[in-house]
């Protein structure tokens, strides 16, 4: 067996890895069972050891800075950034940390979209956000994913901001957190727009896959085929919930 070593350039808490959020006020935020689903799924999958409790944090923040991932999403463009937040966002990208830009508004053309636009056009000129290459890591880091996912059909692939030989911020458009709350009951709030449960498998993937990839600043474009990763994805197939 194939020992995989996961290079992390943040350092983790010893609380365990949080789906932080990115406070920038009302419109923005991750549905309470949406996080529950992903950090189980996340468990299940690999060896991170999920913190299941709600965390925030700001621009402002030194805390920003012990965050490896964090996660703003939005149905509406939030306020403007000033001066001290760009420079704190630009020095956040450049140290490595990682943000997944998720738009749940179902627009093709969003309030939100163009607000991140902008933000990174001053934050990260020279990083502009362009459409994933599908031979990218992104889309094998654990899952191979093969076929657009989110609760919407607005993009083939998710958009990204490279910089430093890596994926520094990653943006869907499809909704890719709106495929995965449930109600009290275990049934999922929202149906795709399109694309039926097929839709929905893939953006479960590729949430998963943007995780790993942002964790995992030592991965190679051929881990998909080593032994071990392929045995997590069988061992998949047992936990229910978890579908690939």
């Avoid at 839709?199 to 991965?219: M, Q």
């Amino acid at each position: 067996m194939c020992v995989c070593i996961l290079f992390f350039p943040f350092p983790l808490r010893a609380g365990g890895f949080s789906l932080t959020e990115l406070d920038l006020g009302s419109g923005c935020g991750v549905m309470d069972s949406s996080r529950v689903e992903i950090l189980r799924a996340l468990a299940a999958s690999t060896s991170v050891d999920p913190e299941p409790a709600r965390k925030t944090v700001s621009l402002s923040s030194p805390e920003l800075f012990e965050e490896p991932f964090v996660v703003l999403s939005c149905y509406g463009a939030p306020r403007a950034l000033d001066y001290d937040e760009i420079r704190s966002l630009r020095l956040y990208l450049a140290s490595g940390g990682t943000i997944f830009a998720n738009d749940a508004s179902g627009l093709r053309r969003s309030p939100f979209a163009a607000w991140l636009t902008r933000a990174l056009e001053l934050a990260l000129p020279e990083a502009p956000l362009k459409p994933a290459s599908r031979e990218h890591p992104l889309f094998k880091s654990f899952f191979m994913s093969v076929a657009p996912g989110g609760r919407f059909d607005l993009e083939r692939e998710p958009s990204a901001a490279e910089y430093g030989g890596r994926y520094a911020v990653i943006f869907s458009r499809n909704d890719l957190l709106g495929v995965w709350p449930r109600d009290a009951m275990g049934r999922y709030l929202y149906e795709p727009s399109s694309g039926g449960e097929r839709r929905r498998r893939e953006g479960e993937k590729l949430t998963i896959n943007i995780l790993i990839y942002a964790l995992t600043g030592s991965y190679k474009q051929d881990a998909v085929h080593q032994p071990y990763i392929m045995q997590r994805l069988r061992e998949l197939d047992a936990v229910p919930g978890v579908k690939r």
